[in-house]
């Protein structure tokens, strides 16, 4: 077993209904284990189902792993067992300072609730300010996903509404009457946040709260589809108005800020915000994924631990998942870019998976972006409706030219225009694509897209993560040969084993 005989119930936890996860460090390596790769159950939340053994073991294994860093999860500091409680916008500010070598001046932490607030603000690692749901009824976060509930946006778990949403408000416009209504807003949507934990469609309607036109999150009833998708582009840009005005309340333009919360997936608002703040830092487990890694640097804060200790260069390739036994030959890589030069849909398992909810090239299924239908056919081998934009890894020298990007964008957090005309599997309906660029920390992958460049004179591939809608990226082999068998991937590379139909 690729766990080597370590019971992972042995580790520390984060405590969460939902994106549960641990961390180690060993060897100056993040080892990083998120419970839905290992149990394919998307946004898998343990909860307080850990907490009989939590506080007995874990103790014993910081002593016992030594000078192994085992990370404790949130329970236990919410015990005031490790000292001081660190609330969770607390953890996900330190998750980005622990990826940083200077500590940031400001964080912003935007989500759905965390400990009862929707937004906060650290100077200095100084809380100074935060603002609860329960004073303005509501959070972007969750009003993300209330307002495209009521405009037939479903998931098997809400969580992933708010990205959908991202998508399916492209195919809109502003609606300027509406605008004007919801200019002075009213945050209230929702009576039950619980209507959203659900394992299958949303089945349970939400009850929201007062009804009147200034609700920011609230679609009138009785209306067109093509009203919804209007009203739905218009709720985006004003709650994405929303956040860069938190920015501009409380950061200057040069500072160095630290942005997390799942918020801060939201690549349309992002790139709105990396252009007016060029030294903003986010990274791909800005969501309650990455908790358990603000208290890594929490940890190491209080243990007075350097940072010179670890360099963490497996990032974002950090999942302690199940890795091939054999990496990829030039000769392996060298077929496949010829598989993906001929317009074969490859599936890519490499290495140890990507942190965050993003393919970066090591647990990708891969096309020619150059496709005419080649965004129909991987939505069709993904399950995924025909709204949803793909990404796409571009050679990070040739970034500006295809992409009208001027800073990297290693994790897909950002978008840019696209360029080319014939880049259209990746062209999302109003001009843009998330692009990943491809350094040589990349690994394979970057020689990969080298070799496909050689073959086709694109420096460009559609990327999008190893898995069907609705179930985790791939942690395990057999994930990966499951979704071969069942779909219509042309090609499987696993390390340095090529299979074909």
Known sequence: M??????FKK??????????SFCFLKNQKLNYFKHERFLQMKHFGLGDKGSEYIIEQENKIIRTLNPEIVILPERLLEDDIFHNAVKHHHLHALSVDFMEKIPCDVHIIIDGDGNGRWYSVYRNNQLIDSVFTKNTGGS???GLIWSGFLCGVTAKHGMDIPGKVMGLQSYGKLN??????IEKYNMNYIGDQDAFDTEGPLERIPRPFLKNENHLFVVPEDISSKEKLDILHTIHKKAGEIVLSIFEKYAKPNEHIGYSGGVAQNIIWNTMLKNRYPNLSIYPHC???GLVIGFAEHYRKIKNISKENFSLKNYPYSQFDQAPKEDPSIDTIHKTAKYLAEGKIVAWYQGHGEIGPRALGNRSILMDPRIPNGKNIINNVKKREIYRPFGCSVLEEYAKEYFDLNYPNPYMLYLGYTQKKELRSITHVDGTSRCQTVNSSCGYFRTLLEHFFELTGCPVLLNTSLNEAGKPIAGWIHN??????SSSIDVLVVGNKIYRK
């Open 11 to 20: 580790f520390s936890y984060t405590r969460s209904d939902h994106d549960s």
């Open 140 to 142: 972007l976060g969750l």
């Open 480 to 485: 990966a040969e499951n979704l071969f068998k």
């Open 176 to 181: 300027e009457l509406h605008y004007e209504k």
């Open 287 to 289: 969501g309650d994924e």
């Open 2 to 7: 690729f766990l080597n005989n370590l019971s």
